[in-house]
């Protein structure tokens, strides 16, 4: 909030700006713990290897699942609990939370989508206002997860500059216009930060 107060209408953020919002990046973080944009991979087993008391041998394909550590209790406590403070400090423990993958094939964007979705939180924040229609609008996997009913929201530009296209309106084919608009941080770091992320990721994943 510091730093959407600190910008005066139409000021562009700075590289500065975008590393102070830490925590605008933990409610990120704990949106992508809790519903991965990827449920995970293949990995190849290049050597025989015990894990777990199974043993693999070399040449076999392993999927690896974000949700087998990010819903483990022993992990994230209460993991269905919404709650960015788990990423404060050192936050979780390596190879725990792995929305990006890890190890030498580790997603290579992930800078830039930190990047992305800072940008377009304070963009979300600043320009708007905003209701979901929907309350309680489920959350589907096919295969990224996205807002069952399109996430209908009528917005209302708080700027006289109208916001950049792509942050107006997203369609696809077979899907209704989303409208959208924000309001307040407050209200963005609750469960409604979940909404907004799967917006955003709809938007810079699905052209
Ligand atoms: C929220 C946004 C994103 C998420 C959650 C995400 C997630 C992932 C995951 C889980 C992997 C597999 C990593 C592994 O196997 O260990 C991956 C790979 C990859 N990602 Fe992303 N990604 C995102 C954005 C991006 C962006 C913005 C770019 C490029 C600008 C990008 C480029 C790639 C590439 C090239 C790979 C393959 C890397 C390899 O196999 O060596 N990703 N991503």
Redesign the pocket.
């Known amino acids: 909030m510091e730093i959407a107060k600190s910008k005066s209408p139409g000021e562009l953020l700075n590289w500065d700006d975008i590393n102070k919002m830490k925590y605008s990046w933990n409610v990120a973080c704990e949106v ?1 713990r809790i519903a ?3 449920q ?2 293949f ?1 190849e087993a290049i050597n025989d290897f015990i894990f777990n008391g199974f043993s693999i041998p070399k040449g076999w394909k392993l999927y ?1 699942s ?1 949700n087998s550590t990010h819903k483990n209790p022993e992990y994230f406590p209460e993991p269905e609990k919404f709650d960015p403070s788990r990423f404060e400090g050192n936050g979780p423990a390596p190879y725990t939370f ?13 800078e ?2 930190r990047l ?2 800072l940008v377009f939180m304070h963009n979300l924040v600043k320009r708007f206002k905003w209701q979901k229609l929907i309350p309680d609008e489920k959350i589907i996997v096919d295969p990224l997860p996205i807002p069952a009913k399109n996430l209908p929201i009528p917005s209302e530009s708080l700027l006289q500059v109208p916001p950049p296209s792509w942050s107006i309106k997203r369609t696809s084919e077979g899907s209704s216009p989303i409208l959208l608009g924000g309001s307040s941080l407050q209200q963005i770091s609750g469960k409604n930060s979940m909404y907004i992320f799967f917006f955003f ?1 709809n938007m ?2 699905v052209p």
């Open positions: 992508m991965p944009p990827l995970g991979g990995r690896w974000a792995v929305p990006f993958g890890g190890g030498p094939r580790m997603c290579p964007g992930k830039y989508a992305e979705i990721l810079f994943l």
